[in-house]
């Protein structure tokens, strides 16, 4: 199965400043690759996919880019609603996998 | 809106099975353009794909699971169901279903809808 790595583990930053998250793939995915957000309590929201596909109401602060094996995920300045958590998820070749998940925080 | 609601027991012994139903309104499960999905989430936050399932029945499911799982759709309630037998302690999660598009070219959309998630602890 494709191993998704997602770093860092936790991004401390302070609201209005850019956020930059990364996603890396064993083996490429082409751009099959989707971005989750997921605040305590909830379940993951789908954000964006594909060739940055956002989905309804994302705010344009959210962009995607990358291709292959290496991704990110910007946020280019934080609002308080941002501080959660973001997946990343190949899907390209079943069985779909999911990074390990980066904890955006207050710094 | 589409919404997706799971149920089932919250405690399951070892070496039972797990058994989990999603009730889904605000759209026909038997939608040949949806297909569903049972995702799980480990207590230190990582995500695991366990299977999907179309309304006809097929289905697939993650090799990791496969020898244990079984996935079932009625269509009569607008639901569908996770089976998931010899459980351990390993199989402790919160345990959310979801749904994505499907289409006419064979094409998976990511998880579009999800539940809110059951928490399922084994435990004896």
């Known amino acids: 199965e494709i191993v998704m790595t997602q770093s860092p583990a936790t991004l401390s930053v302070s609201p209005g400043e850019r956020a930059t998250l990364s996603c890396r793939a064993s083996?490429?995915?082409?751009?099959?690759l989707a971005w989750y957000q997921q605040k305590p309590g909830q379940p993951p929201r789908l954000l964006m996919y594909?060739?940055?596909t956002r989905t309804t109401g994302l705010p344009a602060r959210f962009s995607g880019s990358g291709s292959g094996t290496e991704f990110t995920l910007t946020i280019s300045s934080l609002q308080s609603e941002d501080f959660a958590i973001y997946h990343c998820?190949?899907?390209?070749?079943?069985?779909?996998?999911f990074g390990q998940g980066t904890k955006v925080e207050i710094k | 809106q589409v919404q997706l609601q799971e149920s089932g027991p919250g405690l399951v012994k070892p070496s039972q099975t797990l058994s989990l139903t999603c009730n889904v309104s605000?759209?026909?499960?038997?939608?040949?353009?949806?297909?569903w999905t049972w995702v799980r989430q480990y207590p230190g936050k990582g995500l695991e794909w366990i299977g999907y399932?179309?309304?006809?029945?097929?289905?697939y499911y993650n090799p990791s699971l496969e020898s244990r799982v079984i996935m079932s759709v009625d269509r009569s309630k607008n639901q569908f169901s996770l089976n998931l037998a010899s459980v351990t302690a390993a199989d402790t999660a919160m345990y959310y279903c979801?749904?994505?598009?499907?289409?006419?070219?064979?094409?998976?959309?990511?998880?579009?809808?999800w539940g809110k998630g059951t928490l399922v602890t084994v435990s004896s």
């Open positions: 399932i179309f309304h006809a029945g097929s289905s």
């Open positions: 998820q190949q899907y390209h070749i079943w069985p779909w996998t």
């Open positions: 594909g060739d940055s």
């Open positions: 979801a749904g994505g598009h499907y289409s006419s070219f064979g094409d998976f959309s990511p998880f579009d809808y």
């Open positions: 083996q490429t995915v082409s751009t099959n």
């Open positions: 605000g759209v026909s499960i038997s939608s040949d353009n949806h297909y």
